[in-house]
């Protein structure tokens, strides 16, 4: 039986960044866990301009390659996890950037999102994503916040706890929960 597709996309695009080792840290959990087909989804190579389709996104007329590829891309998806930095007390515009691109290819999907930061753990940056998720009827799963000040990356690796291992396993069973009813409500559209 195929699986649902789970898409964990890194957020932050910069050199160094932390968010790919928390990806992946994310996504070694997910294979292991066995219910998803898990894709890592890096924005740094996605690498799409600030805005420039000239239409409203809902109407799926791009004139670009690279918003093709990024709706072919995320079509595929069934569930995502955002893997979001905090920036300024939200999250990042690379982050929005991806988001705003697209409309009908994200509408009726489960979404979690993994928040990392100082002490508040990117929670900032997770609650400010909601109301993203809520326009584009994004349904949320759950959150994973890590504090990068006493789960630092070490040598480009995140291996985190068992708290943050313990929340990242509650979000995949809320994913595994939720995905297969709105893949059922998609397809009876
Ligand atoms: C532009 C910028 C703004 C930041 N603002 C915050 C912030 O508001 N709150 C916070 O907890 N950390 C903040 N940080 C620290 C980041 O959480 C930390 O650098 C993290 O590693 C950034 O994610 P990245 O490495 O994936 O880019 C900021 C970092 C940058 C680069």
Known sequence: ????????????????????????????????????????VDLAEVNLPI?????????????????????????????????????????NAATKNALDYLHNE?????????????????????????????ALKLVHAGDVSIPLVTLPVVDGVFTGNDVVAKAAQNLLNELDFITPGLMQLRAGR
């Open 1 to 40: 039986m195929t699986k649902p597709v789970l898409q964990v996309i890194i957020g932050s695009t910069r050199p160094g960044r932390a968010g790919a080792p928390i990806a992946t840290w994310f996504y070694d959990l997910a294979v292991a866990d066995g219910r998803f087909d898990v894709e890592l």
């Open 106 to 134: 994200w509408r009726y999907k489960p979404v979690g999102i993994v928040s990392y930061g100082g002490a508040v753990m990117g929670t900032r940056s997770a609650q400010h994503l909601k109301p993203v998720f809520t």
């Open 51 to 91: 805005f420039n389709e000239p239409n409203h996104p809902i109407q799926g007329k791009y004139e670009f390659d690279h918003t093709k590829r990024w709706s072919a891309t995320v079509s595929r998806g069934d569930a995502f996890v955002f893997v979001v930095p905090e920036y300024n007390h939200s999250f």
